[in-house]
């Protein structure tokens, strides 16, 4: 088992940034895809990005290449999303999660491990 907790979300205007921090804990962190996922309401969630269990490899959707950054800390079980020029479409409930799975299927459906999420409002 692995538990996730997110944290950082809140209520920025329009161009400000937000850093989310997911920490782990449970079985080893290191051996762990992790994605970022939001969802908007009544949206589908999506996938913001991953990062590879190393943290060698990351990848993002295009709403959001060149806006956000994951990155992560093996010593501190912990994933961060640094989102910076933040839009108000980019409000939604955030979520970390996990996998034992192959990078090749970081986009597929089926994360094992979820948090709870934690919102983002962006205002105009």
């Known amino acids: 088992q692995v538990q996730l907790v997110e944290s950082g979300g809140g209520l920025v205007q329009a161009g400000g940034s937000l850093r989310l921090s997911c920490a782990a804990s449970?079985?080893?962190?290191?051996?762990?895809?992790m994605g970022w996922f939001r969802q908007a309401p009544g949206k589908e969630r999506e996938l913001v990005g991953a990062i590879s269990s190393g943290g060698g490899s990351t990848d993002y959707a295009d709403s959001v290449k060149g806006r956000f950054t994951i990155s992560r800390d093996n010593t501190k079980n912990t994933v961060y999303l640094q989102m910076n020029s933040l839009k108000p479409e980019d409000t939604a409930v955030y979520y970390c999660?996990?996998?034992?799975?192959?990078?090749?299927?970081?986009?597929?459906?089926?994360?094992?491990?979820w948090g709870q999420g934690t919102q983002v409002t962006v205002s105009s």
């Open positions: 449970g079985r080893t962190f290191s051996n762990y895809v």
């Open positions: 999660a996990a996998d034992r799975r192959t990078w090749a299927l970081r986009r597929a459906r089926g994360y094992d491990y």
